[in-house]
């Protein structure tokens, strides 16, 4: 082969490559220039969702019916939402890197602050409520400040969110107004029953003591008569053996029934002394607990003797110091509760009220054999105003005094079983020593 036909052949060789590594160069353009567009498209995807993303926290930040901020670690703002400026009564861009020592007066900018500054020093996010002076008058808000971490979990600003609260404070101020309203007006029917009670005891005393008392009267009007008679007849010269016999015999029957009947006038009118006394004065004293409760019982003696209940008495040889005037108010709760709740009219039943002694205690057991309490009744009979019988002689305070001066006045607790068919307990443990008053029953 000639050397001319050789060149050709290398010529030709070396263009198919140089063609070769154009077709090579222009694929591989191709290739990235399609890899750059759909590189662009999704950068350009990723920015409209970015900015997408952007204007719905916008949108959130400045809808949102809270304050939002976010502040840096010195205090200065970097962002605020729409009701923040608000609030703050400036434009955002008279906010923005600013502290609130700036926009506001230093009292309510140093309350605000404090957060802040607590939130900076513990890492930890806080809550707190405060104030503030509005155009429209004192609102108050419920705040939220948390750190705001980069991603090596240094803190880089503090946000906050605040909620205004006022209306709730406002209906909370309304509702401890209204609660203390009802205490009082629940004082004041407990006071009322507490009353009743001893207007109660009083009109029983008073009718109790008018039979011994006429009695009294009846026979000495008849002593007084005969003594007139012998009178007469002596100073007659008429007086005979037979009149002086009878006026001696009138004389010591009258003088008897006269004695008995007012002894027995004057055991009601100490024990009705004793346990007025004691229930209004509410003295803390020494008192022996048989002898009291034997006075309590006669006090009652006007409630129970229209009817077929009887009361028994147990123990109590001992002497404690508490409020006697409270015992004989749950005594005579527990009994009138008995009359009321547990037996029918003309219905014969036993109460029984046993006393023991602990080391440190008494213990007090009231029962009776009435028709007991159903079930679903026995968590509810120390509520106020609970009560079965509305309208029928049932206020539904006197389990709840008694439950309130066991408590809270005798230092005591009080608890209620029965099988609800047959029978109701009520067991009373009190300290045989009360040192200090306890705290006074609503």
Known sequence: MSDSASDSLD????????????????????YYKSRCE???????????????????????????????????????FLLS?????????????????????????????????????EVVR???????????????????????VFPLY??????????????????????????????????????????????AALAGLVAGVAHEINTPVGIGVTAASHLCDRTHYVHRRYAASKLTRADMEGYLETALQSSQMILSNLKRASELVQSFKLVAVDQSSEVRREFHVRQYLEGIVR?????????????????????????????????TNLVVNSLTHAYSEGE??????????????????????????????????????FTTRRGRGGSGLGLHVLYNLVTRRMGGTVRCTSDGERGTSFLIELPRQLDEPSETDP
């Open 348 to 385: 014969r039943g036993r109460v029984r009220i046993a006393a023991t002694r602990g080391d440190e205690a008494i213990r007090l057991e009231y029962s009776d054999d009435g028709c007991g309490i159903p079930p679903e009744h026995l968590s509810k009979i120390f509520e106020p105003f």
């Open 81 to 117: 939402n729409r009701r923040h400026a608000a609030l703050l009564g400036h434009e955002r861009d008279e906010i923005i890197g600013k502290r609130e020592a700036d926009l506001l007066s230093p009292g309510e900018a140093d309350a605000i602050d404090a957060i802040t500054r």
């Open 150 to 195: 980069e991603e090596d979990g240094a803190a880089f600003a503090i946000g906050g969110v605040a909620t205004d609260v006022t209306q709730r404070k406002r209906t909370e101020q309304e509702l401890s107004q209204t609660i203390e309203i009802l205490i009082q007006t629940q004082r004041q029917l407990v006071e009322s029953e507490k009353m």
């Open 38 to 76: 759909a590189l662009e498209s999704t950068l350009n995807e990723s920015h409209k969702e970015l900015r997408k993303n952007q204007q719905l926290l916008h949108y959130i930040a400045e809808h949102a019916p809270a304050v939002l901020y976010v502040k840096d670690l010195e205090g200065r």
């Open 122 to 144: 513990t890492g930890e996010p806080a809550q707190q409520e405060f104030s503030l002076g509005l155009p429209d008058g004192l609102h108050w808000f419920l705040e939220d």
């Open 11 to 30: 010529h030709d060789g070396a263009r198919d490559d140089v063609l070769t590594e154009v077709e090579r160069l222009i694929a591989a353009r191709d």
């Open 299 to 331: 006090s009652l003696r006007p409630k129970l003797k229209p009817t077929l209940i009887s009361v028994e008495l147990e123990g109590g040889e001992f002497s404690m110091v508490n409020f006697p005037g409270a015992l004989s108010q749950v005594i």
